[in-house]
């Protein structure tokens, strides 16, 4: 991928990353087939690339860029602050800027913050969308995300602060929603899963855990909300959770 040159006519047409604008880029959600040609070519035009801890190193070699790792880590409460910093101080000193985020930068990625705080500095930016990772997850583990026979409704939601996060909306949320998709639900499942059962989710729905989706670290889990517990402790990774009937396997249904 890295001879891949922006003066073919596939990339002719393609916008200019100019010197002091911003993008934020999706990189998919691990497999390097799955970034967009608009990201290639933000990879390819940038000056810097700040990247998130989830970026794949294959999505890393793209790119000549000098490469800043913005991940978090642990006991830093206010680096996002810190990040957003950056990103407009690398802008202003006349760089071409890409904000590499893991999936789709404006799903649970901070982005919308980022992106404002850009618009609030005068810094131009644009949005390059990626493919998030319950898409991956849906694709890898062949779960439809939508079937007729099944919901035609999908809710993503983060798992994080799962006690406070959704307050009154909760229980329709909960209980309603045919197929929740949890991100960063892994740590808190077991009170997710009982709040859900709390509601009224019946416990033999099915229930599938997919980490690492679309690196070959794959790994995907099926269960039933009632009996979660025996598995979710042995995942570990960057895991989507899925919860609804349609739940099933490809060689399960
Ligand atoms: N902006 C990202 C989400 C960032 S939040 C997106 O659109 O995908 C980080 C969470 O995303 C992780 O805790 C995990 O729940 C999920 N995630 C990211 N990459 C993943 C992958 N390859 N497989 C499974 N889950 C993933």
Known sequence: VDSVSLDVPLFRDFPTLSSGH???????????????????????QAD?????????????????????????????????????????????AGHRVVRLKGGDPLVFGRGGEEMQALHAAGIPCRIIPGVTAAQGAAACSQIPLTHRDHNSAVTFLSGHQAETLYGEAWHDIGLRSPLLVLYMGLKNFDKIRLRLLDVGRCPTQPVAFISAATTPQQKTVFTTLGDSLTVWPHLSGPTIIMIGEGVVGANQG
């Open 48 to 92: 810097v690339v700040y990247y998130d801890a989830l970026i794949s190193e294959d999505i890393l070699k793209i790119t000549s860029a000098t490469l800043i790792y913005a991940g978090k880590k642990a006991g830093e409460s206010c680096r996002q602050d810190r990040i957003t910093q950056d990103l407009i101080d690398a802008a202003r």
């Open 22 to 44: 911003v993008w934020l880029v999706g990189a998919g959600p691990g497999d390097v087939g799955l970034l967009t040609l608009h990201a290639l070519s933000a990879l390819q």
